[in-house]
């Protein structure tokens, strides 16, 4: 097995089987036909492998006994003229299995192109070529160097804005091979471009004209900004995709002063990496994103988000203009891009060594008395029974003892959340369960049972979690959290919002159970989240609480009517 140490993966390792098998079965993987060692990367023999420096990984690392016999003989033939067969029959000794592992490796770690080491347009300047064949692996979208060089070398730019500011950004774009011309304003069309960059000098009425023009001629165009301390860069507007320039210029200030010849040229070669991005469809774009503000003075950066305002006429109309509530910009703010702007790339970080181990973590008490649930046979009666609630608690939060982890490291789940990471905590209030004490319990889905958190008075506990649904007097009382810490870890801002859908995934899944065992269920409209929270003794920020629901056996519920 080769084993992979990424400094960029949390000191991750990956098994060369692994990654084989997740190519085979995963149809967003697409395997180079004639497998090529990247041009420019530096490869450095250690003593238990061999570590590659120069790609957007920083630096990879391979690993273990294939790595130290079978890769060596490997690279030499990785020159993009033979294909997976050839290089089987080259190498007779080695198994198919094992060589196509070592090559699906080396593929997912960013260390191979498709077809031969050609530089693609004479256009682009040697240097450029260089960096964008090393970087390819940062989106996945071009097969090679040469694909990405044709690529950039086919775009033509117009910029637009004020001297001298425009003039540095055309020399520095033209330096890297880019077709760049000057804008003089709507009188020259802009269809004749496919990107159109604007130097905002804080002129309202020319960027109204910019953003004017794009729509009508339906291209792209990037905002970028220098002042005396600070560069912005973004964002890309497009009338399809996102909002007007008057919704993001609108609520902020412009840039302060006028940028020092040195701090000029900081900006034009920031300006130019990110459009050079944008074009060759390599390296990060943040500008799809939103506005990147540069801080020259103190070497910091940050971002600002831009939305679609209510009661904008072009964007979202209406017939007066609505406060922004915070929940309508981060739906935006998380939206997925649109499909021309996605990269192939990101869907290999569900690969990453750090998230596939994130699907392995199951929360516990260590010091709680635990209360095993294997065993309690499910049963209908006048009473909900400690066997109804397992086969709840586990169907709707906990594995299947039935499948083990795929070859791929994928965890089994009765239930299924965003990114199988299992966000659906369980905690449950127990108020009339023969077998088991009131108290307030924790589900670890690990080894399928109860940590008891403390025991307590339950009309009291139950009042404080939700009184809505305590003056009934239910069995039990279970509330449903989402581990943000684990999903965050992953998905970052998306988080929240695959929380709210995997708990309505879990809910639709406890009550479709509860109407099979006879369980009534009643879900409560509001709670007191820091009531709840300070019930279960968790931290609201940590553990949103997503769901409240009050269970009773079937015949209770038929009593009380």
């Given at each position: 097995m080769i084993e992979v140490d990424d400094t960029t993966r949390q000191n991750g390792r990956l098994s060369a089987a692994a990654m084989a098998y997740a190519v085979a079965v995963d149809p967003q993987f697409s395997m180079p036909v004639r497998p090529c060692l990247a041009p420019g990367l530096v490869c450095v023999p250690l003593d238990d492998g061999l570590a590659f420096a120069g790609t957007a990984n920083r630096q990879t690392v391979l690993r273990g006994r294939a790595a130290l016999t079978l890769i060596p003989r490997l690279l030499p033939a990785l020159d993009g003229a033979h294909t997976m067969d050839e290089l089987a029959a080259a190498h007779p000794d080695v198994t198919a299995t094992a060589l196509r592992a070592c090559i699906s490796l080396l593929y997912v770690s960013g260390l191979l192109q498709d077809g031969p080491d050609g530089l693609g347009s004479g256009l682009i300047p040697a240097e450029v070529a260089d960096y964008l064949g090393r970087n390819l692996d940062t989106t996945r979208i071009n097969h090679s160097r040469g694909e990405a060089c044709d690529r950039l070398a086919r775009t033509r730019v117009l910029i637009a804005g004020p001297e001298p500011l425009a003039g540095r950004l055309r020399a520095?774009?033209?330096?890297?091979?880019?077709?760049?011309h000057g804008w003089t304003g709507p009188g020259?069309?802009?269809?004749?471009?496919?990107?159109?960059?604007?130097?905002?000098?804080?002129?309202?009425a020319a960027m109204a004209a910019v953003d004017q023009a794009c729509r009508r001629s339906g291209?792209?165009?990037?905002?970028?900004?220098?002042?005396?301390?600070?560069?912005?860069?973004?964002?890309?507007?497009?009338?399809?995709?996102?909002?007007?320039?008057?919704?993001f210029a609108g609520h902020r200030p412009h840039p302060d002063g006028t940028p020092s010849p040195a701090r000029a040229a900081?900006?034009?070669?920031?300006?130019?990496?990110?459009?050079?991005?944008?074009?060759?469809?390599?390296?990060?774009?943040?500008?799809?994103?939103?506005?990147?503000?540069?801080?020259?003075?103190?070497?910091?950066?940050?971002?600002?988000?831009?939305?679609?305002?209510?009661?904008?006429?072009?964007?979202?109309?209406?017939?007066?203009?609505?406060?922004?509530?915070?929940?309508?910009?981060?739906?935006?703010?998380?939206?997925?891009?649109?499909?021309?702007w996605l990269n192939l790339k990101d869907h290999q970080a569900h690969y990453r060594p750090a998230n596939l181990s994130l699907q392995r973590y199951n929360k516990e008490y260590l010091a709680a008395p635990r209360i095993p649930l294997d065993g309690e046979p499910p049963a209908t009666g006048p009473r909900l029974t400690l066997g109804t609630l397992a086969v709840l608690l586990r169907r709707t939060a906990g594995l299947r003892e039935d499948e083990p982890a795929t070859a791929s490291g994928k965890v089994n789940r009765w239930a299924p959340t965003g990114g199988n990471l299992g966000s659906v905590q369980a905690y449950l209030l127990a108020l009339d369960v023969p077998g088991l004490p009131p108290g307030c319990y924790f589900y670890q889905r690990g080894d399928h049972s109860l940590a008891r958190i403390r025991a307590g008075a339950?009309?009291?506990?139950?009042?404080?979690?939700?009184?809505?649904?305590?003056?009934?007097?239910?069995?039990?009382?279970?509330?449903?959290?989402?581990?943000?810490?684990?999903?965050?870890?992953?998905?970052?801002?998306?988080?929240?919002?695959?929380?709210?859908?995997?708990?309505?995934?879990?809910?639709?899944?406890?009550?479709?159970?509860?109407?099979?065992?006879?369980?009534?269920?009643?879900?409560?409209?509001?709670?007191d989240d820091t009531a709840v929270s300070r019930a279960l003794r968790i931290e609201p920020a940590d553990e949103p609480v997503t769901t409240v629901l009050a269970l009773d056996p079937r015949n209770h519920d038929d009593l009380h009517h």
């Open positions: 520095e774009l033209a330096g890297a091979g880019v077709d760049a020259q069309t802009v269809g004749d471009g496919d990107l159109l960059v604007a130097v905002d000098d804080g002129d309202t291209i792209s165009w990037l905002r970028t900004a220098a002042g005396e301390r600070t560069a912005e860069i973004g964002p890309l507007f497009n009338a399809r995709y996102t909002g007007c320039h008057e919704c900081i900006w034009a070669a920031l300006t130019a990496t990110e459009i050079v991005h944008l074009l060759s469809r390599v390296g990060s774009t943040p500008s799809t994103s939103g506005c990147t503000v540069f801080d020259l003075g103190d070497w910091t950066q940050s971002m600002v988000g831009a939305y679609r305002r209510p009661g904008c006429p072009q964007c979202l109309p209406a017939r007066a203009p609505a406060p922004t509530a915070s929940a309508h910009l981060y739906e935006q703010a998380v939206a997925a891009p649109p499909r021309e339950p009309e009291t506990d139950a009042a404080a979690v939700c009184p809505q649904l305590a003056a009934q007097r239910p069995a039990a009382l279970i509330a449903l959290t989402g581990a943000l810490g684990v999903v965050a870890a992953k998905y970052q801002d998306f988080a929240y919002r695959i929380l709210c859908l995997d708990a309505g995934v879990a809910l639709a899944q406890l009550t479709a159970l509860a109407d099979d065992h006879r369980v009534t269920i009643r879900i409560a409209d509001r709670w």
